[in-house]
Structures are given as structure tokens and as C-alpha cells.
Nanobody, 121 residues
Framework: QVHVVESGGGLVQAGGSLRLSCAAS????????VDWYRQAPGKQRDMIAS???????NYADFVKGRFTISIDNSKNTVSLQMNSLKPEDTAVYYC???????????????WGQGTQVTVSS
């Protein structure tokens, strides 16, 4: 079994910072890549940042310069540092981890349950 858990969400004032974590555990051999998404009420789920095990990153334009994604392969954990938060960043944040697992050829994506981020004005 594979478990993916997000943590670190909360309530913060505009201009503040939060650090989210995405931890994968279970029968995994390692992470190939992790994508962070967010979904505000009534809106579609948007990808905001991604990282590979080798450290290659990609960001949505609306978070560039404010969010930083990083990976700790030894802990199968990906972090998302969010600075200069705005009220429009309010959403549930999800990670999708593409992992290699024992007994499975290739990679499989697993979603976490999400963590709420609320930015007050």
C-alpha cells in the first residue's frame, strides 16, 4: 500500500508564508515526480508546481517568484514553500506523487487528501 499525505495548511494573513509538505510512504521504492495542485470552491483543480527526483522544477505563471518546490529523496517528501500569499491563493492544496512501488512495473500516481490554505485580506 502507498500513502500520500499533505500537511502544513492553515490560516494566514495576506503577505504571509506557509510551507506545505507531501510525504509518500508504504511499499514504495522512490518518487519519480510530484505535482502540487490546488482547487478553490467552484473552480477546477489547477497544477501549480512540479518537481522530479532529479530536482527539475516547473511552476504555473501565477505562483512564479512566490512559491518554491523542493524534494528530499531520502525522506520521500516534497515541500512547497509559499511566500507573499494572496487571498486568491485560498484553496485546498493537493499533491500527486508518481512513485515506483515493489512488484509494479513503471510508476503510479497517488493523490493525497488535501490540505486547506486560507489567506485572509
Amino acid at each position: 500500500q502507498v500513502h500520500v499525505v499533505e500537511s502544513g495548511g492553515g490560516l494566514v494573513q495576506a503577505g504571509g508564508s506557509l510551507r506545505l509538505s507531501c510525504a509518500a510512504s508504504g511499499t514504495i521504492l522512490g518518487i519519480n515526480a510530484v505535482d502540487w495542485y490546488r482547487q478553490a470552491p467552484g473552480k477546477q483543480r489547477d497544477m501549480i508546481a512540479s518537481i522530479t527526483s532529479g530536482g527539475s522544477t516547473n511552476y504555473a505563471d501565477f505562483v512564479k517568484g512566490r512559491f518554491t518546490i523542493s524534494i528530499d529523496n531520502s525522506k520521500n517528501t516534497v515541500s512547497l514553500q509559499m511566500n507573499s500569499l494572496k487571498p486568491e491563493d485560498t484553496a485546498v492544496y493537493y499533491c500527486n506523487a508518481l512513485v515506483r512501488t515493489r512488484g509494479v512495473v513503471g510508476v503510479v500516481g497517488y493523490w493525497g487528501q488535501g490540505t486547506q490554505v486560507t489567506v485572509s485580506s
